[in-house]
């Protein structure tokens, strides 16, 4: 019997330390809750289906982030939000007043609960927005 390091809290997480809410996927299935590799404090909800991609993240209360998706969503989203994003990290706008434009332009209120053809339709208005602008990139 060794007596218990004093590294702290990162050793092991109990089950019961995790908030975790019931989830269905987009294929019916109610999802399983697994510990998040990147927070030791969060889980991660993945499809118990065998062919079926549903993953979502969570927050740290446990209430998934956006909607499950699967890989193709996945890269889709990041890739709106790659587009839509820097026009208010880079401070020309507000997020609010840009999630407020998003909206106005595409009709898309989350990017996290979009699917790919709303993905598209964000990316297309971010690019189309700024003549010149920041999201312009050489070449296009
Ligand atoms: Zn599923």
């Known amino acids: 019997m060794s007596a218990p390091d004093s590294t702290g809290p990162k050793r092991s997480v109990v089950r019961g330390a995790f908030n975790v809410h019931d989830v269905r996927c987009y294929c019916g ?34 209430r998934p982030v956006g909607t499950p998706a699967n890989r193709a969503t996945r890269a889709a989203r990041i890739r709106a939000h790659n587009a839509f994003d820097p026009i208010w990290q880079s401070g020309e706008m507000k997020r609010t007043a840009a999630y407020a434009w998003l909206v106005e332009a595409t009709g898309v209120r989350h990017i996290g609960e979009s699917s790919i053809e709303e993905c598209e339709r964000v990316i297309a208005a971010c690019k189309g927005r700024l003549p010149g602008g920041v999201l312009r990139k050489e070449g296009e």
């Open 29 to 62: 299935a109610e999802m399983l809750a697994m510990p998040s590799t990147f927070h030791t404090d969060r889980v991660y909800y993945r499809c118990p289906v065998a062919d079926c991609e549903g993953v979502v993240g969570s927050h740290p209360d446990g």
